[in-house]
């Protein structure tokens, strides 16, 4: 009787702290080991993998520095198409099992379940150690939180980013979901986001130098009083989900000499904060949090430089 009395008045404790932070934040703010972190899901072994999983630490091989900038050849823009429009697939089903008291964990197994039945690999898995197929942020957490068993709450904004190898290419994308009744101000920030991609990616074609992106992104956000987080950034992909050179999306930039070419694919994946651009990598080695603790927002498209323009490889 002792012992369950005591449960109850933890219980009761926690519940008065998660409202206490509600009324402070607008959420309830993350809190690192607070949830299990089950395993991945099953991958059927007949997916190929790509290199970085037998490779020690999870760590792709480095690339020549032939591939700096690189603009890729009809068959490799073929497979990165295929390779994106999978991983849009897999967001859209992630996104559509995001609702109120269903788990992280529950949305990445949504993701992932799409990218192995395509017969494809869930890039998350491994990657530098990473546990899982997908990063869901939810709120203050700007980049690569692990699913996990937290259920998602009335209110939460969560960004769902979703990663696949497929026949030798990848494909990489993100956006923000709406958990119920979201408040205006995490509306707003949302929207703000998607806004500051969406007009970067309008802005590429070739010729047009890469510190725009940053240039445009910053404009957008300090508009709204917003912030770009500095440390995490956009990047050449193909034959490796990480190549370079990064693409800042802070302005200024070295990026003013570089210009774009016909057959380059880039991510444009800004983070955009309520208040300070400062950002915290916790001790599990992947949660980034906000120093300030307030909310953060991530939408994201993988790009093709056409001969005219450019295309989105990923739209939702």
């Given at each position: 009787?002792?012992?369950?009395?005591?449960?109850?008045?933890?219980?009761?404790?926690?519940?008065?702290?998660?409202?206490?932070?509600?009324?402070?934040?607008?959420?309830?703010?993350?809190?690192?080991?607070?949830?299990?972190?089950?395993?991945?899901?099953?991958?059927?072994?007949?997916?190929?993998?790509?290199?970085y999983v037998s490779r020690p630490g999870g760590r792709p091989a480095p690339l020549p520095e032939s591939t700096f900038a690189e603009a890729k050849q009809s068959e490799e823009i073929a497979r990165m198409r295929r390779a994106g429009q999978l991983a849009r697939n897999a967001l859209r089903a992630a996104m559509a099992a995001a609702k109120v008291g269903v788990t992280s964990d529950d949305v990445d197994r949504a993701a992932h379940e799409v990218i192995v039945g395509a017969?494809?690999?869930?890039?998350?898995?491994?990657?530098?150690?990473?546990?899982?197929?997908?990063?869901?942020?939810?709120?203050?957490?700007?980049?690569?939180?692990?699913?996990?068993?937290?259920?998602?709450?009335?209110?939460?904004?969560?960004?769902?980013?979703?990663?696949?190898?497929?026949?030798?290419?990848?494909?990489?994308?993100?956006?923000?979901?709406?958990?119920?009744?979201?408040?205006?101000?995490?509306?707003?920030?949302?929207?703000?986001?998607?806004?500051?991609?969406?007009?970067?990616?309008?802005?590429?074609?070739?010729?047009?130098?890469?510190?725009?992106?940053?240039?445009?992104?910053?404009?957008?956000?300090?508009?709204?009083?917003?912030?770009?987080?500095?440390?995490?950034?956009?990047?050449?992909?193909?034959?490796?989900?990480?190549?370079?050179?990064?693409?800042?999306?802070?302005?200024?930039?070295?990026?003013?000499?570089?210009?774009?070419?016909?057959?380059?694919?880039?991510?444009?994946?800004?983070?955009?904060?309520?208040?300070?651009?400062?950002?915290?990598?916790?001790?599990?080695?992947?949660?980034?949090?906000?120093?300030?603790?307030?909310?953060?927002?991530?939408?994201?498209?993988?790009?093709?430089?056409?001969?005219?323009?450019?295309?989105?490889?990923?739209?939702?």
């Amino acid at each position: 009787l002792k012992q369950r009395l005591m449960l109850a008045m933890a219980g009761r404790r926690a519940i008065g702290m998660k409202r206490l932070a509600r009324r402070s934040f607008g959420f309830v703010p993350f809190r690192e080991g607070q949830y299990y972190v089950p395993p991945p899901h099953p991958i059927p072994s007949t997916v190929p993998r790509p290199d970085y999983v037998s490779r020690p630490g999870g760590r792709p091989a480095p690339l020549p520095e032939s591939t700096f900038a690189e603009a890729k050849q009809s068959e490799e823009i073929a497979r990165m198409r295929r390779a994106g429009q999978l991983a849009r697939n897999a967001l859209r089903a992630a996104m559509a099992a995001a609702k109120v008291g269903v788990t992280s964990d529950d949305v990445d197994r949504a993701a992932h379940e799409v990218i192995v039945g395509a017969g494809a690999y869930p890039v998350g898995v491994g990657f530098h150690g990473f546990p899982r197929a997908t990063c869901i942020s939810p709120n203050e957490v700007a980049c690569h939180g692990i699913p996990d068993e937290r259920p998602l709450a009335d209110g939460d904004i969560i960004n769902v980013d979703v990663t696949c190898f497929l026949d030798g290419a990848y494909g990489d994308t993100s956006a923000m979901v709406l958990v119920g009744n979201v408040d205006p101000e995490g509306q707003h920030l949302v929207d703000v986001c998607k806004q500051c991609r969406d007009e970067a990616v309008a802005l590429c074609q070739p010729g047009e130098r890469f510190s725009s992106i940053g240039r445009v992104i910053t404009e957008i956000a300090q508009s709204h009083g917003y912030s770009v987080c500095e440390t995490f950034n956009g990047h050449f992909i193909g034959r490796e989900l990480h190549m370079k050179p990064n693409v800042l999306h802070f302005f200024p930039n070295e990026m003013h000499e570089l210009r774009m070419t016909p057959g380059q694919t880039f991510t444009i994946e800004p983070i955009i904060n309520q208040g300070s651009k400062e950002v915290v990598v916790l001790g599990d080695g992947w949660s980034t949090v906000t120093k300030d603790g307030r909310r953060s927002a991530q939408w994201e498209h993988t790009v093709l430089i056409t001969e005219d323009g450019h295309e989105v490889l990923t739209p939702l």
